[in-house]
T-cell receptor, first 113, second 114 residues
Framework: AQSVTQLGSHVSVSEGALVLLRCNYSSSVPPYLFWYVQYPNQGLQLLLKYTTGATLVKGINGFEAEFKKSETSFHLTKPSAHMSDAAEYFCAVSYIYGNKLVFGAGTILRVKS | GAGVSQSPSNKVTEKGKDVELRCDPISGHTALYWYRQRLGQGLEFLIYFQGNSAPDKSGLPSDRFSAERTGESVSTLTIQRTQQEDSAVYLC????????????FGQGTRLTVV
């Protein structure tokens, strides 16, 4: 069965510090991978995605993620956290073009001043 | 419309009543998803419509849950004989044929069963 594991339901970083949110997936075939963000009182929005090609993908607001097939991972990073990055982040995977998205449990990012 | 629209935004219902939740996808989007997000939990897949293909209903938790979609437009999620454990935010998303995995989400309907 398709599955996504996000390590850490809550992550707290200081403003200006590195943000690292972890995502691992289970798959026997190449996946499509996504990160979505949900700001307080807002709907989910796409942050970035990997489908094919370059394994390092860049998204909005300075976030990026690297697809590592050998580690079955798609961790999300940002070099310097801003207060406005406080939100809940969801990793998602799809295995076949046109198939449903399967989401991880989410990680709530808190940014301390 | 400009985005995915869901109504109502909030719904409080008594246990045992039926509820209907509506989703208006972005015009031209062939794929439509319903997800459920319980408090403190991730997104739980419910059902997926893709064009005229048979929907993927593998996520519906019980036969009290059903969903319909008219062509490539509006979808309605119906929950019969609601239970307290049905309380959650119900999210709808849609996507295009050529970017079918890239979903655009509505704001959700917060359902509270009392």
């Amino acid at each position: 069965a398709q599955s996504v594991t996000q390590l850490g339901s809550h992550v707290s970083v200081s403003e200006g510090a590195l943000v690292l949110l972890r995502c691992n997936y289970s798959s026997s075939v190449p996946p499509y991978l996504f990160w979505y963000v949900q700001y307080p009182n807002q709907g989910l929005q796409l942050l970035l995605k990997y489908t094919t090609g370059a394994t390092l993908v860049k998204g909005i607001n300075g976030f990026e993620a690297e697809f590592k097939k050998s580690e079955t991972s798609f961790h999300l990073t940002k070099p310097s956290a801003h207060m406005s990055d406080a939100a809940e982040y969801f990793c998602a995977v799809s295995y076949i073009y046109g198939n449903k998205l399967v989401f991880g449990a989410g990680t709530i990012l808190r940014v301390k001043s | 419309g400009a985005g995915v629209s869901q109504s109502p935004s909030n719904k409080v219902t008594e246990k045992g009543k039926d509820v209907e939740l509506r989703c208006d996808p972005i015009s031209g989007h062939t794929a439509l998803y319903w997800y459920r997000q319980r408090l403190g939990q991730g997104l739980e897949f419910l059902i997926y419509f893709q064009g005229n293909s048979a929907p993927d209903k593998s996520g519906l938790p019980s036969d009290r849950f059903s969903a319909e979609r008219t062509g490539e437009s509006v979808s309605t999620l119906t929950i019969q004989r609601t239970q307290q454990e049905d309380s959650a935010v119900y999210l709808c998303a849609s996507s295009t044929r050529d970017r079918v995995n890239e979903a655009f989400f509505g704001q959700g309907t917060r359902l509270t069963v009392v």
